[in-house]
Structures are given as structure tokens and as C-alpha cells.
């Protein structure tokens, strides 16, 4: 069974850092694009952050090219996305899940406040 739990989310000021983190179990990274999504406000759709492809390439949404980096690593199936220069327009619930996603993986994804 494939399982998915975010982490590191919280309360942040404006300007601040935060790293987020996926563990997985169920699943290999090695052959897997993988991705943060996010919802910003109940009753939205979840919105693409960025991918990991199983090549390494990475990209991202525009709204956060530059400010966010994601990362994996394989061995330990360990998902990250490390978000620097955070706005109140990051508030979100982030979650982790296969590019392109699959309904059954979605986990209880982690909340990111950011404070102006």
C-alpha cells in the first residue's frame, strides 16, 4: 500500500524559510516523477509546486521559480521542498504525490501560514 506524510509545516513570517518533507512508503523515487502540490484555500484544486523528474531535472510553478527547490532522496524515500522568501500568497496545504498524481496516494498534507 502506498502512503504519503507530509511534514515540517507551520507558522512563518513573511520573508521567512521553511522545509517541507515526504517520506513514502509502498513506492520507489528511482522511477518516479514526483512533485509538491498545494491548495490554498478549501474547496480549490490543488495547484502543481514543482517536480522532481526521474531523470533529476526539476521544475516549477512560476509563482515560486526561484524560491523553492525540491530534492529527493531515493534510498530513503525522502521527498523535500525547501521554500525560501515565503509571502502570505504561500499559505497553502502542501502535499507530495506522483507527477502526474494519483487520487488514492493523497495524504493529510502539511499547512504553511505565512504572516505578513
Known amino acids: 500500500q502506498v502512503q504519503f506524510v507530509e511534514s515540517g509545516g507551520g507558522l512563518v513570517q513573511a520573508c521567512g524559510s521553511r522545509r517541507l518533507s515526504c517520506t513514502a512508503s509502498?513506492?520507489?523515487?528511482?522511477?518516479?516523477?514526483m512533485a509538491w502540490y498545494r491548495r490554498q484555500a478549501p474547496g480549490n484544486q490543488r495547484e502543481l509546486v514543482a517536480t522532481i523528474h526521474n531523470g533529476g531535472a526539476k521544475t516549477y510553478a512560476d509563482s515560486v521559480k526561484g524560491r523553492f527547490t525540491i530534492s529527493r532522496d531515493s534510498a530513503k524515500t525522502l521527498l523535500n521542498l525547501d521554500m525560501n522568501n515565503l509571502t502570505p500568497d504561500d499559505t497553502a496545504v502542501y502535499y507530495c504525490n506522483r507527477n502526474p498524481p494519483v487520487n488514492l496516494y493523497w495524504g493529510q498534507g502539511t499547512q504553511v501560514t505565512v504572516s505578513s
Open positions: 509502498g513506492i520507489s523515487f528511482r522511477y518516479t516523477a
